[in-house]
């Protein structure tokens, strides 16, 4: 069955640096786009990254955008979020999604993983 | 950017009971509007794509309707396990935007 499963959240100190991580199984990787997705604690959500199956597209949300870098390695079958010079309103719980759509992406959402954490705090 | 809105933030049902979720969007969107469903420390599961297309596996007492900037979730009965927040998320185009969420919590 698919699986996403985040890691690399935690405890970060503003303007410093993190890496998430999200490991997927059970589908053609190479084949779909994907995303990130946070949700503040106790907040809505909000999308924040995608990139294309083969990685040449990408967008941002614009409260990320030059701060935080989305990437994917189809040989690990892994996709990344780059987050630098974090601030507080980044603390959220981080999810990364798949596109339901094969190719690029549509901005549509059908699995998504567990969430980590990512604390900014000084 | 479009805007999504959810209105109520909170509902209150009882079991068997028939609710009804809005959700409007700030300029039309078609049919490009996507229902989701949170249970607490859970991610969300996608229910409803393409305004009313039922995902695989959801169960049939959940529907969807609407075009243009005007949107239902009806769930028909109300079962315990629907007990959960719904948010509307509209695809047409980027950047992707959810609405603020609809509890529906137990009367």
């Known amino acids: 069955q698919v699986q996403l499963v985040e890691s690399g959240g935690g405890v970060v100190q503003p303007g410093r640096s993190l890496r998430l991580s999200c490991v997927v199984s059970g589908f053609t990787f190479s084949s779909y786009g994907m995303h990130w997705v946070r949700q503040a604690p106790g907040k809505g959500l909000e999308w924040v990254a995608v990139?294309?199956?083969?990685?040449?597209?990408?967008k941002y949300a614009d409260s990320v955008k030059g701060r935080f870098t989305i990437s994917r390695d189809n040989s690990k079958n892994t996709v990344y979020l780059q987050m630098n010079s974090l601030r507080a309103e980044d603390t959220a719980v981080y999810y990364c999604?798949?596109?339901?759509?094969?190719?690029?992406?549509?901005?549509?959402?059908?699995?998504w993983g567990q969430g980590t954490l990512v604390t900014v705090s000084s | 950017d479009i805007q999504m809105t959810q209105s109520p933030s909170t509902l209150s049902a009882s079991v068997g009971d028939r609710v009804t979720i809005p959700c409007r969007a700030s300029?039309?969107?078609?049919?490009?509007l996507a229902w989701y469903q949170q249970k607490p420390g859970k991610a969300p599961k996608l229910l409803i794509y393409k305004a009313s297309s039922l995902e695989s596996g959801v169960p049939s007492r959940f529907s969807g309707s609407g075009s243009g900037t005007e949107f239902t979730l009806t769930i028909s009965s109300l079962q315990p396990d629907d007990f959960a927040t719904y948010y509307c998320q509209q695809y047409n185009s980027y950047p992707w935007t959810f609405g603020q969420g609809t509890k529906v919590e137990i009367k």
């Open positions: 999604a798949k596109d339901l759509l094969g190719g690029d992406y549509r901005g549509l959402f059908d699995y």
């Open positions: 990139i294309s199956y083969d990685g040449s597209n990408k």
């Open positions: 300029q039309s969107i078609s049919s490009w």
